[in-house]
T-cell receptor, first 112, second 113 residues
Framework: EDKVVQSPLSLVVHEGDTVTLNCSYE??????LLWYKQEKKAPTFLFML????IEKKSGRLSSILDKKELFSILNITATQTGDSAIYLC????????????FGAGTRLTVKP | NAGVTQTPKFRVLKTGQSMTLLCAQD?????MYWYRQDPGMGLRLIHY???????AKGEVPDGYNVSRLKKQNFLLGLESAAPSQTSVYFC????????????FGPGTRLTVL
């Protein structure tokens, strides 16, 4: 069965720290991996990764995919309290009409 | 564009009551999804639809029914609510391309007493 596993499940840091969130996957016929940020309401899209080794970057956030080792990381540098959220990783299941398999999420808390 | 909207935002039900959650999207997306989110469980797929008039079961379909009579609407029904269905429900939609992300609605918080 396809799986998406995120670690850690919870993380508490102080403003200015750098964090690395992990997502490993076991999915048949992999095509892409997506990262979302969820604050109080709906998840919002951050990155889509399809190619190994190519970093996607948006401000202080960056992400990279390793298709050989089947994982992705999401880095946040110089964290701010506004980065506090649940970060979700998801992989489309191509055998089920692109049903999105989500990890349990990492709850990040950034303290002032 | 309003994107993906959900009604209601909050609801409290008693065990055994029924209700319908409405999801609407104005982006002409083919695919629509209903998820539930529980603490420590991430998002789990309940049912989904790949087009008007078609629906399919997801990971946790028991106790729920869905209908997609119009392309822009996806309804989630609870025929006889149970406390185990207390959760936050999210609707999402997307185009057919695997390169497209899902767009989520704001969620419905349902409590079953």
């Amino acid at each position: 069965e396809d799986k998406v596993v995120q670690s850690p499940l919870s993380l508490v840091v102080h403003e200015g720290d750098t964090v690395t969130l992990n997502c490993s996957y076991e999915v048949t016929n992999f095509r892409s991996l997506l990262w979302y940020k969820q604050e109080k309401k709906a998840p919002t899209f951050l990155f889509m990764l399809t190619s190994s080794g190519i970093e996607k970057k948006s401000g202080r956030l960056s992400s990279i995919l390793d298709k050989k080792e089947l994982f992705s990381i999401l880095n946040i540098t110089a964290t701010q309290t506004g980065d506090s959220a649940i970060y979700l990783c998801a992989v489309p299941d191509l055998y089920n009409n692109n049903d999105m398999r989500f990890g349990a999420g990492t709850r990040l808390t950034v303290k002032p | 564009n309003a994107g993906v909207t959900q009604t209601p935002k909050f609801r409290v039900l008693k065990t055994g009551q029924s209700m319908t959650l409405l999801c609407a999207q104005d982006m002409n997306h083919e695919y629509m999804y209903w998820y539930r989110q529980d603490p420590g469980m991430g998002l789990r797929l309940i049912h989904y639809s790949v087009g008007e008039g078609t629906t399919a079961k997801g990971e946790v379909p028991d106790g729920y029914n869905v209908s997609r009579l119009k392309k822009q609407n996806f309804l989630l029904g609870l025929e006889s609510a149970a406390p185990s269905q207390t959760s936050v429900y999210f609707c999402a939609s997307r185009t057919v391309s695997y390169l497209d992300t899902q767009y989520f609605g704001p969620g419905t918080r349902l409590t079953v007493l």
